[in-house]
């Protein structure tokens, strides 16, 4: 009996595990979703990869002006809100 016991406690933890292990991920995709629509407009969070998450949230809390942090943010995303794609684009 203390043997399913220890097994079904056990089994829980490691889901619990799992599901906290998920969570930083849907935190900074959140955290992105709030605060993107302040600098760029049209772009769905959720299409952009990690790592472009991970540089616009940084960018986001650095000591930057909003102008700044605006271009810095624009050229992470890329595409048509780069430079380079406002201008040949």
């Excluded at 220890?6 to 900074?28: F, K, W, Y």
């Amino acid at each position: 009996m203390s043997r399913r016991f220890l097994g079904l406690v056990m089994a829980l933890s490691l889901s619990a595990l799992a599901a906290r292990a998920a969570a930083p991920e849907d935190q900074l995709l959140a955290h992105v979703t709030r605060e993107l629509p302040n600098y760029v407009d049209d772009v769905d969070p959720a299409t952009l990869r990690r790592s472009q998450l991970a540089a616009i949230y940084s960018i986001m809390h650095d000591g930057h002006s909003e102008g700044e942090k605006r271009a810095l943010i624009r050229s992470v995303i890329g595409g048509r809100f780069s430079l380079r794609g406002l201008l040949f684009n």
